[in-house]
């Protein structure tokens, strides 16, 4: 077994000596691993609207899908780079997954056959426009009593 595999989570690694204990935790959430990107929702007056961070991802890496109300943007990546030259075998070889996936709960007012997305600059943008009824509803104040 390697030094730097853990295991049994009681028995500390040679890794976790040299390192720290929580090496493993910090690097998995620094390197994208098991996290979701970060996202802002906005609401207009005619739309909303959901900024998704994932620097790195194509407009082709991702997958959006509307079902019962439920928004649901995913990506699964994989890359692999190799050098090789020639006569000589590949003894370094660097790859990179990453997987993930985030569900949003659309409002009874959205128009779900007239969603829109765009990808520019790592930012994915997703319209959802209101439909009609809604669009001229204005915030009414509730007195307390």
Known sequence: MLPFVRSNRNVPSLFDEFFGKDVWNDFFEKSGWN???SVNVYE????Y???LAAPG????DFHIDVKDNLLTVSSEKKE???EEKEGSKVVFCEFNYSKFSRSFQLP???DVNKITANHNNGVLTIQLPKREEYKS???RMIEIH
């Open 108 to 110: 009874d007012g959205v």
């Open 35 to 37: 996290s979701n990107p």
């Open 80 to 82: 692999e780079k190799k």
């Open 137 to 139: 509803q204005t915030t």
């Open 57 to 60: 991802l194509d407009k082709k």
């Open 44 to 47: 207009k007056k005619d739309h």
């Open 49 to 51: 609207s959901i900024e």
